[in-house]
């Protein structure tokens, strides 16, 4: 909240969040309607918020994947290492995305296997 109102975030931004553990679900509401580019994080999000970034395909990496100088209170990237990161959460995003529909499908057929048993 405060980056955004020092600063402004807007779409396209790569954010890198210091101490990612106290983001929760709020926070990533927040940065899901900016639209970053990118979230780097130091530490571990909340299953909330990872969720609500998840299903707003707003990329998350870890900040050791990108090295970050900062000047004043704003950080600078590699443009190079920002297009990685990126890459890399849509190649983990697409097995996410197959292992959530895997398990919506192992689900509908426990389902109908419990309701043909009792039927």
């Not at 209170?73 to 895997?102: M, P």
């Amino acid at each position: 909240r405060t980056a955004d109102e020092q600063y402004g975030l807007a779409r396209d931004d790569v954010v890198y969040l210091r101490d990612a553990s106290g983001a929760g679900r709020a926070t990533a509401e927040l940065l899901a309607e900016t639209e970053p580019r990118l979230v780097l994080r130091e530490g571990g999000l909340s299953d909330a918020a990872d969720t609500v970034l998840f299903d707003h395909e707003v990329p998350v990496g870890p900040a050791d994947d990108v090295t970050i100088q900062e000047v004043d209170d704003l950080a600078v990237a590699r443009e190079s290492e920002v297009e990685a990161a990126v890459a890399d959460w849509e190649e983990r995003a697409e097995r996410r995305r197959r292992a959530r529909k895997a398990r919506m499908v192992d689900e509908i057929i426990s389902e109908h296997r419990a309701g043909a048993d009792t039927g």
